[in-house]
């Protein structure tokens, strides 16, 4: 992810969590939620992130799937775009194919991991 | 198994583990007590040890689908609130489940006010429901409708199965089949029934005003809005909206129904902020749905959004029996109506009334009925006393309808243009199955001007 922005994506690229939304979903309990919520959401994504890494086209369309629910519900909005064309196409491609398409994901994925950490730190980026 | 759910405990079965903690904190933090389960097997195990009354159901399960787990715990506690989660682009599939009896369903990602406001719907038709539940299927005739024909017998089982859920339900049928009564009932069946039925007929309103009284206005919000208006899915506030003659809304006005269906607010014409209602949508339509989407008359969106459930009124020459339960039924009820004792039917009128087709169905039935017994005293009905032009529809004796006997210059001369006016309308709509829009699409008005002649010349025969 960092290598995009040295690679040139405009600065005004929205960044991969909404700080707002995942904040609200924190509120709904005390530090120990915190806690245990951001353990979760990094060992639900990595989780995610690895079937794509190794899965069939069929773990891959099913990972897909739970990603886009997750993914939008934590206001990883890019993400769960993503996650919803692959859950649309995974079935019917090659393993070639699959590699190209899960890519741009598991970087996504990567890029909201990063972010989340930084959130559930309470260290907002500069 | 007992066959009422008693446990306050919510099961969520969802097996997303952050999404769990998500819901879980959610429901803790409005004061709900949760069991958390992550597959199929875990969740009907839980299921059996709580006997929970509300179930907050993922779509798609590592062991199974969540419509087999719904359907499994529906056949156990029919009185169950199951509430469906699902992902976006799982819309048909949702669509499914409620068909099949789930409660609500909830698209991901879904705040956590949706969450409880679901979760308060699922508890309010839980108090409404009945303590011991009935046998419905030892009631087999839903009032007010008559008739115990095999194709209506599905019909109440379908407004009995429908009625516990808060699922959209369109009715279809030829007019005069009892749309409104199907409404009517569907609501009355519900948990909603202690909250207002308002009843919209689409097609009887011109386009211009449609909006205002779908949505309300504010007081100088266009030229004529003298006052506020409260439209009328406001009034349906808790209860039900019926839509009739749906497929006749402009299209402008389907986007804001969409809308409406999408996000349960309301913006009145002139207001800035919306407004929350609480209403189920129930509609209908004398038209082929699907058809009109295929001719870009009714868009596709908002068809899906609302033929959630649909209802289809079987018209009364496919009824039966039906018929004859119908007229000696009504015959009874109207003659003490009227002063009259009427009784039976003769049995050449029987076989007559099994014959006919009815294009205006139940309807066309009670005119006639109304007809017989405002003109004759009884006790029996007899061929003699039925209106002639019914006799013309008798199949052996009437042309097709292609042949059938059009109004001539003759038929008009030496009348007034009102008198005119009446004929060449009344002539539509007899060769149009008494259908409005149809005739209103042929003479080139709007359905709206055809029901308004309508009331007023009945208004006026009424005083005659």
């Not at chain 1, 990972?63 to 629910?69: D, F, I, Q, T």
């Not at chain 2, 419905?136 to 008559?146: E, K, M």
Request: charge should be negative; charged fraction near 25%; aromatic fraction near 4%.
């Amino acid at each position: 992810m960092e290598d995009r922005f040295l690679m040139g994506s405009p600065d005004t690229m929205p960044p991969a969590l909404d700080r707002a939304v995942l904040e609200a979903l924190f509120a709904m309990g005390d530090e120990t939620l915190r806690a245990a919520l951001g353990a979760q959401l990094e060992a639900d994504f990595a989780r995610l992130r690895a079937v794509f890494d190794h899965g069939t086209p069929y773990e891959v369309g099913r990972a897909a799937h739970e990603l886009k629910g997750l993914a939008a519900t934590v206001g990883a909005a890019r993400l769960a775009d993503m996650a919803r064309s692959v859950d649309a196409v995974a079935q019917g491609l090659s393993a070639v194919a699959l590699a190209a398409v899960t890519a741009p994901l598991k970087a996504e994925i990567s890029a909201v991991l990063v972010s989340l950490a930084e959130v559930v730190a309470d260290t907002p980026r500069p | 198994m007992s066959s009422k759910p008693d446990s306050e405990t919510i099961l969520l079965v969802e097996d997303t583990p952050s999404l769990q903690m998500i819901y879980r904190a959610a429901l803790m933090r409005a004061g709900y007590a949760v069991e958390c389960c992550g597959t199929a097997a875990e969740g009907m195990a839980a299921f059996h040890r709580l006997n929970s009354q509300i179930v907050l159901l993922d779509l798609m399960l590592p062991d199974r689908t969540g419509l087999e787990v719904m359907e499994d715990i529906l056949r156990e506690a029919p009185q169950t609130c199951v509430i469906v989660i699902t992902a976006n682009g799982s819309i048909n599939k949702a669509v499914e489940m409620m068909r099949a009896g789930a409660h609500e369903f909830l698209v991901k990602p879904f705040d956590d006010q949706r969450l409880l406001a679901a979760i308060e719907n699922a508890r309010k038709a839980l108090r409404h429901r009945p303590q011991a539940p009935r046998d419905v299927s030892a009631v087999p005739v839903l009032a007010p409708f008559i008739g115990h024909s095999p194709t209506m017998l599905e019909v109440y089982d379908k407004i009995r199965s429908v009625a516990r859920s808060m699922a959209t339900v369109f009715i279809t049928g030829e007019s005069g089949t009892g749309k409104e009564l199907c409404a009517e009932a569907v609501h009355q069946t519900s948990a909603r029934a202690g909250g207002p039925f308002v009843a919209l007929n689409c097609g009887a309103i011109p386009v211009d005003l449609l909006e205002s009284e779908v949505f309300g206005h504010l007081r100088g919000s266009f030229t004529g809005a003298i006052n506020d208006k409260i439209g009328a899915a406001a009034a349906a506030d808790g209860g039900t909206l019926f839509l009739d003659e749906i497929c006749e809304m402009d299209l402008n006005l389907q986007t804001k129904l969409l809308r409406f269906l999408q996000t349960s607010t309301i913006t009145p014409v002139g207001a800035t902020k919306p407004r929350k209602v609480n209403v189920r949508i129930i509609c209908a339509t004398n038209r082929n749905p699907l058809e009109e989407v295929r001719r870009g008359r009714f868009r596709e969106d908002l068809y899906y959004r609302l033929h959630v459930v649909p209802v289809h009124l079987p018209p009364l020459r496919e009824r039966g029996e039906d018929v004859i339960e119908i007229s000696e039924r009504l015959i009874v009820q109207m003659a003490r109506e009227e002063g009259h004792v009427f009784t039976s039917l003769a049995p050449r009128v029987k076989e007559l009334f099994r014959s006919l087709p009815w294009p205006g169905n139940v309807r066309q039935l009670i005119n006639v009925l109304r007809n017989v017994v405002v003109l004759n005293e009884g006790p029996q009905v007899t061929v003699e006393m039925l209106p002639p032009d019914l006799l013309a529809d008798r199949p052996t004796l009437a042309p097709a309808p292609e042949e059938r006997p059009r109004v001539t210059m003759q038929d008009l001369s030496g009348r007034t243009l009102a008198q005119i006016e009446r004929i060449v309308i009344e002539d539509a709509l007899a060769r149009h199955g008494d259908s409005v829009p149809k005739a209103a699409r042929e003479l080139d008005v709007s359905a709206s001007t055809l029901y308004r002649k309508r009331e007023a010349w009945e208004k006026a025969d009424r005083k005659k």
